[in-house]
């Protein structure tokens, strides 16, 4: 199973992100758990995700938490993001993982 974590500053602004994730993980046969958090709670969960993608907004503490695991932490795609693309976030995060 693949496990990708996004970050926003509430948690609230990916929420719409996560399902259209979701969605497509599905459609291509992928078992996925995709999960939305805010930037207080990134750190408490970041070690139980294969992937952490942050919201544009936060793109500040992208070396912070690249910092904190060894895991594959990027911004998503600014136009995935705004428009909730959620086939291009989850291919994203599937490159990152390798």
């Known amino acids: 199973m693949k496990k990708v974590l996004l970050a926003c500053s509430s948690g609230m602004s990916t929420s719409l992100l996560v399902t259209k994730m979701q969605q497509h993980a599905a459609s291509i046969g ?26 544009p907004q936060m793109r500040f503490l992208l070396d912070k938490l690249k910092a904190q695991t060894s895991k594959p932490v990027e911004v998503i795609d600014m136009m995935a993001y705004g428009t909730a693309n959620g086939k291009a976030a989850y291919e994203q995060a599937i490159k990152l993982m390798g």
């Open 30 to 55: 992928d078992e996925a758990k995709i999960w939305a958090v805010g930037q207080d709670q990134v750190g408490k969960e970041m070690e139980e995700a294969d992937v952490i993608l942050i919201g």
